[in-house]
Nanobody, 115 residues
Framework: QVQLVESGGGLVQPGGSLRLSCAASGISIRNCAMGWYRQGPGKQRELVAVNSNGGSTTYADSVKGRFTISRDNAKNTVYLQMNSLKPEDTAVYYC?????????WGQGTQITVSS
């Protein structure tokens, strides 16, 4: 059974930083495209960043230059480093694994950016 477990969420002040982790089990992320998505209050889920198993990376325009996705295949874990956080980054953040035509989601972790 594939499981993706996010951690690292919480409350942070504007301008602060957080790092999210997504630990995978039941699947090797080495063979997957790994991504982070988010869903803000009253909004649809949107792509934040995705890292293909070939190494290419795509970011949403709203997070370019502030967020960095990375992976440690040996630890079967993907990360999202978030810097210069803004109130509009407040959302539930979801980890996503894409293997061929199969898609897996984590349960989500809440990020709240507020003073």
């Amino acid at each position: 059974q594939v499981q993706l477990v996010e951690s690292g969420g919480g409350l942070v002040q504007p301008g602060g930083s957080l790092r999210l982790s997504c630990a995978a089990s039941g699947i090797s992320i080495r063979n997957c495209a790994m991504g982070w998505y988010r869903q803000g209050p009253g909004k649809q889920r949107e792509l934040v960043a995705v890292n293909s198993n070939g190494g290419s990376t795509t970011y949403a325009d709203s997070v370019k230059g502030r967020f960095t996705i990375s992976r440690d295949n040996a630890k079967n874990t993907v990360y999202l480093q978030m810097n210069s956080l803004k109130p509009e980054d407040t959302a539930v953040y979801y980890c996503n694994a894409q293997f061929v035509i199969e898609t897996y989601w984590g349960q989500g972790t809440q990020i709240t950016v507020s003073s």
